[in-house]
T-cell receptor
Framework: GQQVMQIPQYQHVQEGEDFTTYCNSS?????IQWYKQRPGGHPVFLIQ?????EVKKQKRLTFQFGEAKKNSSLHITATQTTDVGTYFC????????????FGKGTKLSVKP | DGGITQSPKYLFRKEGQNVTLSCEQN?????MYWYRQDPGQGLRLIYY???????QKGDIAEGYSVSREKKESFPLTVTSAQKNPTAFYLC?????????FGAGTRLSVL
């Protein structure tokens, strides 16, 4: 079945280092979404990418959608302790129903 | 103060017992969802409802049931047929194609 693969599963960084998580799909995606879940919290929507090759920035976060719309990445520049959490990508499927299938997430820990 | 409210925050289930998790939203969203999250795993879809009085099974519906009698409410019942219910349960509603999540309910087995 349709699935989105996300790597790495875990990432430990020193505060100030950069961080990247990747999502790959076997099929062409209509769009891809990114969510962040803080420890003990719930997923919160970050951004949606729709266009081939799209790049969007939110402060230190850079989101990219691949040219073939089969992969996406989230890059955080100069991580801070507030970036700690699990980052999920999610792809939409089901046509008009618009259900999401989530990657397993990348859990980021930041050492101060 | 708009949002999605899940209750209780923590719930314990005895062997053979059915328990119901509450999810209420005042966002006027039509679509609502229930997910299960296990440690180190992504979110897996249990049930979803696009409109009042209608709902569909997700990927892991066995052992669960739902109802959607009101737009604002989408309760999830974890039945005794669900043999491994310990997990974090998340309810969400959708506007456009963006989902908004409640704070979740942690269910454990006594």
């Amino acid at each position: 079945g349709q699935q989105v693969m996300q790597i790495p599963q875990y990432q430990h960084v020193q505060e100030g280092e950069d961080f990247t998580t990747y999502c790959n799909s076997s099929t062409t995606l209509s769009n891809i979404q990114w969510y962040k879940q803080r420890p003990g919290g719930h997923p919160v929507f970050l951004i949606q990418l729709v266009k081939s090759g799209e790049v969007k920035k939110q402060k230190r976060l850079t989101f990219q959608f691949g040219e073939a719309k089969k992969n996406s990445s989230l890059h955080i520049t100069a991580t801070q302790t507030t970036d700690v959490g699990t980052y999920f990508c999610a792809e939409e499927y089901g046509g008009s129903q618009g259900n999401l299938i989530f990657g397993k997430g990348t859990k980021l820990s930041v050492k101060p | 103060d708009g949002g999605i409210t899940q209750s209780p925050k923590y719930l314990f289930r005895k062997e053979g017992q059915n328990v119901t998790l509450s999810c209420e939203q005042n966002l006027n969203h039509d679509a609502m969802y229930w997910y299960r999250q296990d440690p180190g795993q992504g979110l897996r879809l249990i049930y979803y409802s696009q409109i009042v009085n209608d709902f569909q099974k997700g990927d892991i519906a066995e052992g669960y049931s739902v109802s959607r009698e009101k737009k604002e409410s989408f309760p999830l019942t974890v039945t005794s047929a669900q043999k491994n219910p310990t997990a974090f349960y998340l309810c969400a509603s959708k506007r456009g194609n963006i989902q908004y999540f409640g704070a979740g309910t942690r269910l454990s087995v006594l």
